[in-house]
């Protein structure tokens, strides 16, 4: 059974940075890619920052890039998201997602982790 | 900046028929944005519903349906039911390793 636990999530002030995990489990974690989706209070969802595939390739929203970097640990079986010079504008509960073999689609979800940008 | 849109809401009947479209703001939808649809209930976690534009996740029921519908994606769903009613949202691959998500639908049966 494909688990997604991610933790790391809390409160921060403005300009702070927190540093998000995702444990997966059930499998092959190196063999997909893996991506970051947030969605802010009473907003939708928001693609934020992935591995497109099991390779190295990543990319991330414009809105974040510069401030947050996606990495792996395939030792680990976890993927993470650095975020640093957070902003109000960030506050959301930040899913991790494990795509799809072969098509670009999301496949099983995490139950988020919140992130609280205030001062 | 690409806009992926969907309508806010929409309101069906009890055993009823929708048609919930994702579109692009500049151009047409097209399987090569590999859509692809997800459902969320309030402080849920999404789940998924269908992707590669027509294929059912494990488990979806076949009144769920993904098509291109001239230039947008859509999500049909036939005999709609009480717990049908929840968030829909879709997504397109950009290319790249990029996605971008629609507004999501509020979808009321009623």
């Known amino acids: 059974e494909v688990q997604l636990l991610e933790s790391g999530g809390g409160w921060v002030q403005p300009g702070g940075s927190l540093r998000l995990s995702c444990a997966a489990s059930?499998?092959?974690?190196?063999?997909?890619?893996m991506s970051w989706v947030r969605q802010g209070p009473g907003k939708g969802l928001e693609w934020v920052s992935g591995f497109k595939d099991s390779g190295g390739t990543t990319n991330n929203l414009d809105s974040v890039k510069g401030r947050f970097t996606i990495s792996r640990d395939t030792s680990k079986n976890t993927l993470y998201l650095q975020m640093n010079s957070l902003r109000a504008e960030d506050t959301a509960v930040y899913y991790c997602?494990?795509?799809?073999?072969?098509?670009?689609?999301?496949?099983?979800w995490g139950q988020g982790t919140l992130v609280t940008v205030s001062s | 900046q690409t806009v992926v849109t969907q309508e806010p809401s929409f309101s069906v009947s009890p055993g009823g028929t929708v048609t919930l479209t994702c579109g692009l703001s500049s151009g047409s939808v097209s399987t090569n944005h590999y859509p692809s649809w997800y459902h969320q209930t309030p402080g849920q976690a999404p789940r998924t519903l269908i992707y590669?534009?027509?294929t059912r996740s494990s488990g979806v029921p076949d009144r769920f349906s993904g098509s291109i519908l001239g230039n947008k994606a859509a999500l049909t769903i036939t005999g709609a039911q009480a717990d049908d009613e929840c968030d829909y949202y879709c997504v397109l691959y950009m290319g790249s390793g990029i996605w971008v998500f629609g507004g999501g639908t509020k979808l009321t049966v009623l």
């Open positions: 059930g499998f092959t974690f190196s063999d997909y890619g």
């Open positions: 997602a494990k795509h799809r073999g072969g098509v670009y689609a999301f496949g099983y």
């Open positions: 590669n534009t027509d």
